[in-house]
Nanobody, 124 residues
Framework: DVQLVESGGGSVQAGGSLALSCAVS????????VGWFRQAPGEQREGVAS???????AYANSVKGRFTISRDSAKNTVELQMNSLKPEDTATYYC???????????????????WGQGTQVTVS
């Protein structure tokens, strides 16, 4: 089983920052593209950012220049640093994984078979 565990959500004022972390197994870290998605109430789940073992990253236009995705090989985690947060960033954030490289786009939820439980981010 591929297990992903998110942490780091919380509440912050507009303009503030939060960092999310997705912990994965060592095997998953070495072989998977990992993406961050978010879903606000009544909205579809949308891709936010992705990163693969080659270090290729992709971002949704809505977060470019504000969010940064990175990998930490010492911890087997994928981090999402979120700066200049806006109220419209409020959502439940999920990390997801799929085998292989990510490509140039985050992709849709349908191409990611494995998901974490989600962590809430609220920006007021």
């Amino acid at each position: 089983d591929v297990q992903l565990v998110e942490s780091g959500g919380g509440s912050v004022q507009a303009g503030g920052s939060l960092a999310l972390s997705c912990a994965v197994s060592a095997v998953t870290y070495r072989t998977n593209c990992v993406g961050w998605f978010r879903q606000a109430p009544g909205e579809q789940r949308e891709g936010v950012a992705s990163i693969d073992t080659a270090g290729t990253t992709a971002y949704a236009n809505s977060v470019k220049g504000r969010f940064t995705i990175s990998r930490d090989s010492a911890k087997n985690t994928v981090e999402l640093q979120m700066n200049s947060l806006k109220p419209e960033d409020t959502a439940t954030y999920y990390c997801a994984a799929r085998l292989g490289l990510c490509g140039q786009r985050v992709g849709t939820r349908n191409v990611y078979p494995d998901w974490g439980q989600g962590t809430q981010v609220t920006v007021s």
